[in-house]
Structures are given as C-alpha cells and as structure tokens.
C-alpha cells in the first residue's frame, strides 16, 4: 500500500505531482517514533506516508553517534511493538545490533520512508479541516502532502544545541559537537576538552581516555551519575518496579542510597548532584542521569579531569572560571540536543515554544485537528512505543470508520480512485 496515494476525483485537492493527498496519516520522521507508528499502523491497515530529512531510516543512530555506543537501557526497554530482538541479542544491543534490528524492523512491516524530505512547514487548514505539510530536498524540490493526521516524529534530539561561549571562534584547534565525534582513535596523546557531562560527555571523555588522549571535562553545575546496574539488576530497571509502588521521591531516595552505596561520594571529583533526585529530574526537565559505564572509573584515577565553567576560550588554550588555564589541542561539546519542532509546525496550542508537547505525560501524545506526538515524552523508546501503540489505535479507530463511511458513498455516487507508484 505504501507509495499509494489515492487521488479522489472530483476532490479539490486532486494536483499534480508535487501536491498529494494521503489516505492516511504524514508520519514526519523515521526514527524508532516514526517506525513504531507506521509498524503500528500497518498493523490495523491503514496507509500511510513518512517523510524523513536524511536518505536512511534511523538517521541519529546511523549519522549522529559515536562508534562504542551501546544502547544503556536494557533490551526489554527498547524494542519496539509488534517485534522483538533477536534471543542472541545481549542485553545491552550495541548501536550496529540496535539499527539492523530497525531495518529488519522496516522491512517486516514494510516501512519506506520518502527519503531526503524535511518537512518545513506544516499547517492545520480550518477550511478543509486537512493538514498540509510541505517538504523540501536539498536540492530545493518542494512537495506538498494533504492529510487528515499529522504525526510528529523527528525527535526530542533533532538538533544539535552549540552554546555561545566567549572566544571559541577564536581558538585554532578542532572543535566537533558530540554527534560528529566518532572515535577517540584520532585524538590519540592530544588535549581535549569535553564540554558538557551528561551521558555523551561522560562517553565521549571514557572513549578518549581509552585512546590514551589527555581528556578534560567540563562540569559547569551539577550531575546525577548512577550505575548502570546495581547488584547485578539494572539501575534503570530498579525505578521503574519501584515506581510502581513508590512516590518519586522516595524512589529517588533509594536509588541516591543504592548508588552511594556502588559508587562512593563523587563530590570529591567535582562531581556535585542537583537539588532534585535523578527520575524526579528527568520527568520535570528532561535531564537524563548519567547511567555508568565506566567513565567514573577513569575520573577516579584522574585520567579524566573534572574542571569548572569555561570564562572564554583564546587560540591555544581555555581560561575556567577559577582562573586556571589549560593548554588543548581539540573540544568536544557534548552540550546537547534540542527539538526543531517550533521551526516547521504552525501551531502554538499543542506544541509549546521548546518543541515539546505542554502536556506532559501520559497526555503528551494526542493534540486537536489530527495532530499527533511519537518521542516526545522524555521516556526514551520505552516511551516512543507507548505513543506508537496509542496514536496508531487512535487514528485507526477513525480511519476505518471514514473509510466504511467512504466506501458506502461510492457505491451509491460515483468515484474514481487512481493509485499513484
Ligand atoms: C546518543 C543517544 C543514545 C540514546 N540511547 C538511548 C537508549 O539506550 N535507550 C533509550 O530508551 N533511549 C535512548 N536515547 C534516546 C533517543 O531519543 C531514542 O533512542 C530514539 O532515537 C528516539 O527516537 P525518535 O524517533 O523519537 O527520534 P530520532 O531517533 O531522533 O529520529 C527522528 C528522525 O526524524 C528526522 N527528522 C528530524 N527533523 C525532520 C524534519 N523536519 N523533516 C523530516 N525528518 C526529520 C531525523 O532525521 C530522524 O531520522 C538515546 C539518545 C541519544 C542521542
Ligand atoms: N548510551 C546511551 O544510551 C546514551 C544516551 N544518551 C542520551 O542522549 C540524550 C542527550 O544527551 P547529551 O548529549 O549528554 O546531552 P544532555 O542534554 O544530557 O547534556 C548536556 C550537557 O552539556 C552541558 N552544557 C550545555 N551547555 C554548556 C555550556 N555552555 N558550558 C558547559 N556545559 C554546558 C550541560 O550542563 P548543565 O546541566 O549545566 O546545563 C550538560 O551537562 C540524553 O537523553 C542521553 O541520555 C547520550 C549518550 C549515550
Ligand atoms: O537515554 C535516554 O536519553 C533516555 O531517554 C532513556 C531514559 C529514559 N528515562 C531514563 C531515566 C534514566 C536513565 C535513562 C532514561
């Protein structure tokens, strides 16, 4: 059914080419999100288009990752609907394990994507109470698609986010943001300053220790750092039982104990934590807590060295806010992700200003007018599923009856249905 589009005759919006009409939803994205949904969609029969910026499926963990990325979640909490792993799977897939499994994953629900189409514009039009949502190549072809539903899936990680800092155009060495690091191999015996400590910066810093380069981290305010595991059990694993029976706070409580109790006092290597406990953290703001595997280790030792703020960067070296200077050849920033929501979609009552729905979870997923949300609610893929499933019933429930409603209309009237390659 995919690359059908069926063209109503006698409907307005019956164009050319570059302007199509979906008998289904948009899905804008191809990621895990935009996956499951379509996967979930497929599933009940309902056509569908998805439209992805990038020329492959999964464009953040095929482009925008560093080689020694593991999943840090347990595999349970990370596959998508409808399709396990594969039983050989470890239980932490590595990044190569994790993208066959999402082209297997396209494949079986027969999955493809419009490759190379960033959506750029899409709008609720109250006349004919359709979405119209405009792509365009690089090569600057532009395309308009008509739909009742929009599902939004690009990602709570569209953009990377580089932080003004004083004189970092000035400085002569090589500066990369943490999706364009892959490997600390190049860095070998060199200085290198990591900008930023959540999980990319704490990955990227072991990464480079590994490599025997000199790595220095900054860690401007605070971090959760938690183990990966503790006795053995997953860290992540633990919360989410306790969650269940618990208030936040107080699974925030145990797992602080239990972590203390693995890993030590950190504060002794600059290593502060924040006010609010991690999963309490996570649900408010969205910061993850660092899950440990094995950067810490390297702190300890002091082959990777925590350092305050940064007052401003000159050709060859960095001045920190305690007034120490260090000599570096190289930055990283792993300073983040941001949503490019706000950039393309013209509407301001489901979305708000950061690209995030206003409405947290579990109502973070369904807007007005058709719109939808898929990754949107900072629960990682475990959360990006739970929205697949939900928008997928939601938006088939409604197609099937319109559908019924349709067919009844064209047996009595008269209509031409043309399929489109
Ligand atoms: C390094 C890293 C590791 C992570 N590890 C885990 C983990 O172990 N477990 C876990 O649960 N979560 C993890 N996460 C969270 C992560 O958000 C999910 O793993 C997952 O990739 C989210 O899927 P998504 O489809 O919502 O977003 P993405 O994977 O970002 O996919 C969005 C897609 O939309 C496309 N797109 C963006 N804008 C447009 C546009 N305007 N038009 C068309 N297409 C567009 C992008 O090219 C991309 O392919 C990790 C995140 C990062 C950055
Ligand atoms: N293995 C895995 O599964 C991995 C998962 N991820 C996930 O990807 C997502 C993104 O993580 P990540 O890339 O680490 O981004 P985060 O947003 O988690 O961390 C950004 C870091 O950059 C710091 N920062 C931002 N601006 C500045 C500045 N001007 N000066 C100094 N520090 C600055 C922040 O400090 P502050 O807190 O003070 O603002 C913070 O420490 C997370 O959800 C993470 O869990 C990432 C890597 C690996
Ligand atoms: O790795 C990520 O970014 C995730 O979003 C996974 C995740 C969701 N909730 C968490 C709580 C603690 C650690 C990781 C996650």
Redesign the pocket.
Known sequence: MENMYRLMAGEEYLSDRRCIWVNGPVIAGAGPSGLATAACLRDQGVPFVVVERSDCIASLWQKRTYDRLKL??PNKFCQLPKMPFPDHYPEYPTKRQFIDYLESYANKFEIKPEFNKSVVSARFDETSGLWRVKTTTTAGEEMEYICRWLVVATG?NAERVVPEINGLKEFDGEVVHACEYKSGEKYRGKRVLVVGCG?SGMEVSLDLANHNAIASMVVRSSVHV?PREIMGKST?GI?VVLMKWLPLWLVDKLLLILSWLVLGSLSMYGLKRPSIG??EL?SKTGK??V?DIGALEKIKSGEVEIVPAIKRFSRCHVELVDGHKLDIDAVVLATGYRSNVPSWLQESEFFSKNGFPKSPFPNAWKGKSGLYAAGFT??????ASADAVNIAQDIGNVWREETKRQKMRRNVGHRRCISVA
């Open positions: 840090h979640l709570e999980n938690l992540f919360s991690p999963m996570k993850t807590p899950l900072r629960k990682g893929l475990a959360g």
